[in-house]
DNA sequence: CATGAATGAGATTTCATTCAT
DNA sequence: AATGAATGAAATCTCATTCAT
């Protein structure tokens, strides 16, 4: 028992270090940059001494790996649950819960999502998880929306003719307007659903 | 004369060679990143000295500022050329023209647009040179996609309510096309305007 | 008593985990170098946690000290116990029998001798532990050959010129036929013991 | 001319820093051993930045490399010379010859030689550069001793029975002659070559 | 002006040792 | 005593910038 709940508690001990040190690379990743951010820094930040880091993460790389895989399944089941509630709904109103999700989760994880549009350029199969990790997270993103248009397609909701590029500009479309409140602390995303759902589907001209 | 002659021919010297400089420069940062790439590539890529790079700029963050100014004066001569041409036409025409004519600079100058995607990010006021330059150079292309919506809502070719949303929407849609053809290899941008246009004016619904 | 048999119980005790902690010291020294072996694979070959090492010996030097002292040992008895029990032999017999000994002994601790040979250089007055022991036991075996060729040289069996120099060439002969065998994975050094022999006492030149 | 001139002192110049560079690098290898020698202390012992010895060689390895294959190459150019000279002479002759070259080689470069001992255990096909050269260099002397060896037995000077084993057993009196003078200050090894060749072709016995 | 070797601050990583549990 | 996470000094290596030639 002893040695048991001890060995547990040491565990929980070790989980609650490296969920630190990953809010502190989240931190000191969003705030300085992928490349300037330094090791010493997110020590700091963590109130740690650098060699810990190392005790629980085997490089800088891991860390970073370590940190995207975690948020991003955090994502992933943020989506894939509004996915599920609205599944019987129709694509305007799927896409409306899916959009009203994704920007809340965008607002209360900000730092991951400025990592992630930092880090998304290069080639997929980059050998950098700088590149290649937020590429995949972004990907889990615009499957979803791939998913979602084509059921609106099937549905006859939707133009057959939109369905190749209306995933890449939605997701254009998403990531433009959430980096504005990001960078240009101008209108809230989450505000702007309908008006982006029915610029979507209705289009910018008068009838 | 003489000295005269000699000085304008030592002028064309020096813009020539700053020129080829901010060739190799835009190559380099394109090719490894801004991050990545470092004075000496750049300077044996341009055929010249590390010491001649800091002759003619004062230092790494000069050649970057240098190199955007540069490529961003380009670019919008080529914007304003082509809203120029087209000022007179209805909105959907101007946007196609305006749309065609940034796509095909976007290829013809693409390692340009690659440094300006990867330097996008961060604070509009922000210190890097790296960050300020590539969204003031942005911003450049966004303000013309707001005069055109301004445009064609005073023509009421536009509902007015899409004012607001419809220049960064556009910004992000022409953003993830553009980068689609880059890193993807997919469809080419070019050929995906027309598509574009229809979804921006008219939606992706069916009527 | 109780407490008296305890009290001999913990001591064996101790004593076992000393030992185990050199027999892993041993084959982490021996397989990595005296250098790359780290407190932590021992621990970790050892069975034990790194902070145990520390509670048997003062620091890494003590547990090299503790192993070298310990191996020292077992093999001055070795040699003891064969050059007594062929103290009436004539020199030729006495040698053989003493590097079968020792060749043997080798052998079967040729982790330790790899430990040796790696840290045999350096000045003896050496302040590292990683030399000054190694050249310590070194000293051992040929302080013994020595009084070997002392003995040979009183019984008129050996030239007296060369009683200064063959010790040293014998160490050396011993040491390479020995590298030998472990390194290039060439002839056992055991079988080469007559023939060692036969060199050291008759040349290499024909009669 | 004036270019080629001054490309030319400049060569001059980058071969006599790194002359230099591995010079002290000699010196530190051999004072410190090869795993204590730091670059800084390289650095600082040749006078210069650490990051200069980056300018000049890859990294740490590259350095031993490029001091043990110069050494190399000049104890090789020494070691032909004398069996080049000695050819036509007796066996005896010929090693004395030998001996005499190398063990005043040996002096003259004794901190090379200080940093062939310590680096030359592990086996042959080593992946380290700090046991793979070294054991390169010491078998350049190996094969020479073979060849002698050979030599002798051809010409009958020599018992064929000790051909396989001679080699070695003058590599490891070699060795202990020298280390003994390096490391104990005792009797130099040049002394000793008359009283060496004795011993090996005649052996130690009384006859 | 052009050159390119020299500089040294700063980044990542390792590991013997300590110490709270 | 045993544990193993935390520590931080020290090592290697990079690269923007300087400056003597």
Chains 1, 2, 3, 4 share one sequence.
Not at 37 to 46: L, V
Not at 145 to 168: I, M, Q, Y
Request: glycine share 4%; net charge neutral; hydrophobic share 45%.
């Amino acid at each position: 028992m002893n040695t048991d709940s001890s060995k547990r508690l040491r565990d929980r001990f070790r989980e609650e270090t490296q969920a630190a040190i990953l809010a502190s690379a989240e931190s000191i990743f969003s705030r300085n940059g992928l490349h300037a951010a330094s090791m010493n820094e997110i020590a700091r930040d963590a109130g740690i001494a650098v060699g810990t880091l190392y005790n629980h993460f085997k490089d800088r790389e891991a860390i970073l790996t370590a940190l995207l895989d975690a948020r991003r399944t955090e994502l992933v089941e943020q989506m894939d649950r509004v996915l599920e509630e609205s599944k019987d709904q129709s694509f305007k109103v799927q896409l409306q819960a899916f959009l009203a999700a994704l920007f809340q989760h965008m607002q209360a994880h900000w730092q991951f999502f400025v990592i992630l549009v930092q880090g998304e350029h290069g080639s997929d199969r980059h050998a950098l998880v700088s590149v290649s990790k937020p590429k995949a997270t972004l990907k889990e993103v615009y499957f979803r929306l791939e998913t979602l248009v084509k059921h609106g397609v099937k549905r006859k909701e939707l133009r057959p003719k939109c369905a190749d590029l209306l995933p890449v500009a939605m997701m254009g479309m998403i990531r433009a307007v959430w980096v504005r409140q990001i960078y240009d602390g101008e209108a809230k995303a989450i505000d702007q659903v309908d008006a982006l759902v029915d610029l979507i589907l209705s289009g910018a001209a008068v009838k």
